[in-house]
């Protein structure tokens, strides 16, 4: 059962959710949700999921790569905001999540926790191999037809400018 989002109620804010890695594609997704944030309110919650590796039986080891990963997420966070103090968005209010497993998993855990986060944003990449993992795996895999949310797949090729018009 999916849980009642509670975007309009007194208390509340819409969320749109945007899934930070390291990929150009992130970027096309945070201006669409930016300039669709500035026309209809709301926040972006940026999600950075720290995923275990082959070598998380080792504690040493694990808490390195959170430690790692964590300052990563960090700096992603800061660059991400400052593309869009620079584009324009600088009154757009982020909220910053890292969180740790299974992207997929962590994703749908988050949705489910947080009844505010009203849309997911996904900028799908221009490569010629396919428009990237997340989207291949949330939008079009075993998931597309019963997430709990709609999801928006931005086009990689789209310009700034291109974005904030169709927003």
Do not use: C
Not at 111 to 119: L, P, Q, S
Request: proline residues 5%; without cysteine; aromatic residues 6%.
């Amino acid at each position: 059962m999916v849980k009642k989002r509670r975007v309009f109620e007194q208390g509340h804010r819409r969320k749109f959710l945007v899934i930070v890695d390291d990929t150009a594609e992130v970027e096309r997704a945070l201006y669409f949700a930016a300039s669709r944030i500035g026309h209809t309110g709301g926040q972006i919650a940026l999600l950075y999921v720290i995923e275990p590796t082959d070598f998380t039986q080792w504690a040493g080891v694990k808490e390195l790569q959170v430690e790692e990963e964590t300052t990563k997420a960090k700096a992603l966070f800061r660059l991400n905001r400052r593309k869009l103090d620079k584009a324009g968005f600088e009154n757009i209010p982020t909220e910053e999540i890292i969180r740790s497993g299974k992207r997929p998993d962590e994703i749908l855990k988050l949705i489910e926790e947080d009844e505010d986060i009203a849309i997911m944003i996904l900028g799908a990449s221009t490569d010629s191999r396919g428009p990237g993992p997340l989207v291949s795996s949330l939008a079009t895999g075993r998931l597309a037809g019963t997430f709990p949310i709609p999801i928006v797949i931005v086009p990689g090729n789209l310009s700034l400018e291109d974005l904030k018009a169709m927003a």
